[in-house]
């Protein structure tokens, strides 16, 4: 037989995301693994136990990897201890235990680790549910069987008695069940657990270990999820569209961290602060799906789909994929180019003419993206593209036959071209030989799994890189250049750092680490205009927030920067005050209060490339140019749906810097 914490692993895992449950707290697993590990070596006549002492009965090693360190520890302990101290001592071994368990899975071929350290089930056990034991049997693979025994009348093994006592009691079931799954066997588990000894003996003393039990009926019973007030017919959209995050803080505020909103055509649960954005983090691959919310994004590229849309092991696979495309060491490696790039574009600029600089900025991040990204530029592009990241964005929220109107389509055949020539170059010239961008590591997925990445998706795939910034980094970029231009000192001081990063020659990695005060003023530009100030996504499976249990199958709005104006957090929320970030105050380090990019597993791939573009591309413009300030009444028109957009933001450069030709690498 497999050994008891083998199984246990085997009855965790989430094939869906490629790992162990993630919902499954960390002492709860460590605590399954020791009693399962006091389990064994039980049955093994190792040790005799109760609930007030366990006993030495032979201290003979197994030549077991899983159960010798254990056995060890209490034979060379020599004193009269409980079973609840063994339990937690062992608990402390958690992570040997699992890697032991998990290893012995793998080479008897009953788990396959894929991938980017992704588990699955073996497809031979998969497909039949059974797997070979040590002594060549085979048996039901463990979920099967105790799924079998909770939720039928049939008479059970004592084994299989023992591990339910054990799971229900470190509250694995409430990580693979649903409530109303979990309310239907309570008795039956009640009754289980009563018919083995070394079952109840582990189940008692992991109780008196305090880990949380079972909510009582009374405690679990759902309540109406307050509804926030919205004009007839319109509802909140009116009030969303003038400021999103704006109207959910108005409504945390009044009614919680979650409430039922509405728009024209669409309702919505809404879950918001910085409990939502933790919610979403530890769970949110357990209970949301995000195809539903954004399937009309990848629909009107004709791709099957795409990382926005994917959940599970794709998603996983394809993510770490994608994630050593946006690393910052990219950015780091190529930051001169970045810089050289950065200064052909704003050497267009015009001097003395006002222009707006949402456009401007498309433009810089483009190109940049277009060379670190791709390796290709976008130019005579940029402005096609920016139309279809708004149509796409609009189709998937609002309005869903947007992309039929004639500027839109065209929008769409003009990226499709440029796509084209994206791969054709890719094609003609292979891959970059010092590393790979974003381009070569996604065509290197498609040939190893085309069917993870088929041809289909390959335009949308191509075009990402180009398009992710011009709706959100070019828009952020807007909005950090009017801060800086309505503070004269804060100005200075950027163009200080920017003078001394480029006083030292080529920039390096050391050197834009320095850019402290342009770090600072990214961060709280970012609080007051986040990227994803919430997500939509659907309820795959039901769910308890704040005391009340959303459906599956209901679409949430998940407000992740709603702590961002919470004076709690920080202090004086409306003002721009950069010092939020430094160590002494540190207000972005409190747990789910500072997410600017989103959070959970479908957080922006670009959290930690932004920063650093940022820095990057302001030192560079105020150590080239004379900007123009700002008027301290000056008020700024913010677009905030279907994204966070600056409107009619216009600059004005007054002069170019004079200063020794720019070094180059």
Known sequence: MLRFAEEILVLVLDEGQGDLAASLPARSLNLALAGAVLMDLALEDRIDTDLERLMLVDSTPFGDDILDPALAEIANDGRSRDTGYWLGRIAGQGDRIRRAALARLIERGILRSEAHGLLSLAPSVSRSR???????????????????????????????????????????????????????????????????????????????????????????????????????????????????VAFLVRQYRELGPIFRISAPGRRFVCIAGPEAANFLTSHGKTVFRSLEPMANFHNQMDSSRSILTMDGTDHVTTRKAQARGYAVRVRVDRSQEVVDITRGEIAGWPVGKRFEALPAFQHVIAEQMGYVMAHYSPRGYTNDLAVLIGGLLLSSTVFPNIMKLPRFRRARERAFELAGKVLAHKRKVGPRRRSRDFIDLMLELREADPQLLPETNLNLTLLAPYMVGLDTTASTCSFMLYNVLKRPQLMERM???????????????????????????????????????????????????????????????????????????????????????????????????????????????????????????????????????????????????????????????????????????
């Open 130 to 244: 059974r797997y070979p034991t040590a002594d060549g049997r085979q048996v039901e693979e463990a979920r099967l069987r105790i799924m079998r025994v909770l939720f039928s009348d049939d008479i059970p093994d004592p084994r299989d008695i023992a591990m339910i006592a054990l799971a229900s009691a470190c509250g694995v079931f409430r990580t693979i069940l649903s409530s109303e799954e979990r309310a239907q066997i309570r008795d039956r588990i009640d009754l289980l657990k009563n018919l083995d000894l070394i079952g109840r003996t582990m189940s008692q003393a992991i109780e008196r270990l305090d880990v949380p039990d079972e909510p009582s009926p009374e405690s679990a019973r759902p309540k109406e999820i307050p509804v926030a007030r919205g004009l007839p017919f319109l509802g909140n959209g009116l009030a969303m569209r003038k400021g999103l």
């Open 495 to 665: 163009t200080a750092e920017a003078d001394a990063l480029f006083d030292e020659g080529p920039v390096s990695g050391e050197a834009l680490r320095r850019l402290d005060v342009s770090r600072r003023v990214a961060m709280e530009t970012l609080r007051l205009h986040p990227v994803s100030p919430a997500v939509l996504r659907t309820t795959a499976n039901s769910f308890e927030f704040a005391g009340h249990t959303v459906p599956a199958g209901t679409t949430v709005m998940v407000g992740t920067a709603v702590g961002h104006a919470l004076e709690k957090y920080f202090p004086n929320p409306e003002r721009f005050d950069i010092d939020r970030y430094t160590q002494a105050r540190g207000e972005h380090r409190q747990r789910g209060a500072y997410a600017p990019f989103g959070a959970g597993n479908h957080r922006c791939l670009g959290s930690g490339l932004v920063p650093v573009q940022l820095g990057l591309t302001f030192a560079t413009i105020l150590r080239e140019l004379v900007l123009e300030p700002l008027a301290e009444n000056h008020v700024l028109r913010v677009r905030s749906f279907p994204t966070m957009q600056p409107v009619g933001f216009r600059i004005r450069v007054l002069g170019r810097r004079a200063h020794d030709a720019p070094a180059t690498a």
